[in-house]
């Protein structure tokens, strides 16, 4: 089976996606395709020494340029920026040569093969996994406010970071312009959360509403459960939110991801982490001070785990 990994980057995080992509390059299989399509840039030099380490990894990588301006209209907010609206145009580039297709945002360390070729996406277009904002503003209000045990939790709301894609299933016109639609269709009013602005994922929920199949938390744990016992075995840990894993910072950044970076930064040349006892310590004591929060998440994993992973 031929897997290609699929990430979009601006020049301004092309250091992230390069440990983004490392990590997805030492930890599965070789022989692997790993696409980085940069938007509105041609990487040059300074990417020679990125190349040679997915090669010595045993990846092959390829760099494409991505001009698409369709979205560029929306409005951007936060840490979100217009490269996150062309993953469904970088994907339907590659969808021709490939039998199975992981799309990763680039602010994801992959610690662990992830058996690509093992996972049923049960007839559906994609797997992903739920979204885990537990926030007042997320797709989950009844269960913040209420403590609601929903089933339908389950399956009401990915998070689009990481989605494993079955080419045989992918249209790229029709979802190129159903993505489009969705965006439009935001502006007056979010299906699924109150308040939000048009996005990159409210729309991929629309684009896939009922033709997604839920993956395990650990195939992209999400930040917010960095506090609970599955951050530390995750085999994807993905930085959404504005704090990413690059800079290296106390609190953030454990013993796990310092080891895994250093190793990146060794590979490509660059200085790595130090003391990472400290940077462990750290960690340790802001998981004691969100305690709270951390029971709150592990009674909505335990919950909406898949039946079936």
């Not at 904002?133 to 998070?159: E, K, T």
């Not at 599955?230 to 950044?253: D, E, I, M, S």
Request: glycine share 6%; charged share 20%.
């Amino acid at each position: 089976m031929r897997v290609s990994f699929v990430y979009v980057a601006d020049h301004r995080i092309l250091l992230m996606a390069q440990y983004a992509v490392m990590s997805a390059a030492l930890s599965q299989p070789a022989g692997r395709d790993y696409h980085l399509f940069c938007h509105h840039f041609t990487p040059g030099s300074e990417v020679e020494p990125f190349a040679a380490a997915v090669s010595a990894a045993g990846g092959r990588l390829h760099l494409h340029t991505i001009e698409d301006d369709t979205f560029s209209h929306i409005r951007t907010f936060g840490h979100i920026s217009s490269a996150c609206f062309l993953r469904i145009a970088a994907v339907s580039e590659v969808v021709a040569s490939a039998d199975r297709v992981i799309y990763m945002d680039t602010d994801t360390l992959v610690f662990e093969d992830l058996a690509i070729e093992q996972l049923d996406l049960q007839g559906r277009s994609i797997a992903a996994v739920l979204d885990m904002d537990l926030s007042d503003a997320g797709p989950f209000p009844d269960f913040v406010r209420q403590g609601a045990l929903d089933p339908s939790i389950r399956s009401r709301y990915f998070n689009s970071g990481m989605m494993v894609i079955d080419p045989k299933r992918w249209q790229r016109e029709a979802f190129l312009h159903r993505f489009a639609e969705a965006l439009v269709d935001q502006e007056s009013g979010c299906r699924y959360k109150p308040n939000c602005p048009p996005n990159d994922q409210c729309a991929c929920n629309t684009l896939f509403a009922d033709d997604w199949t839920p993956l395990p938390f650990t195939y992209n744990f999400q930040a917010s459960g960095k506090f609970t016992e599955g951050w530390q075995t995750a085999k994807v840990r993905h930085y959404c939110g504005g704090a990413k894993f690059l800079p290296v910072t106390l609190r953030r950044n454990d013993r796990r991801d310092l080891a895994l970076i250093g190793e990146i930064s060794r590979r490509l040349g660059q200085r790595g982490p130090r003391l990472p006892a400290l940077y462990e310590l750290a960690f340790r004591m802001n998981v004691l001070r969100n305690r709270s929060y951390a029971e709150q998440m592990r009674r909505f994993i335990q919950f909406a785990e898949p039946l079936q992973a």
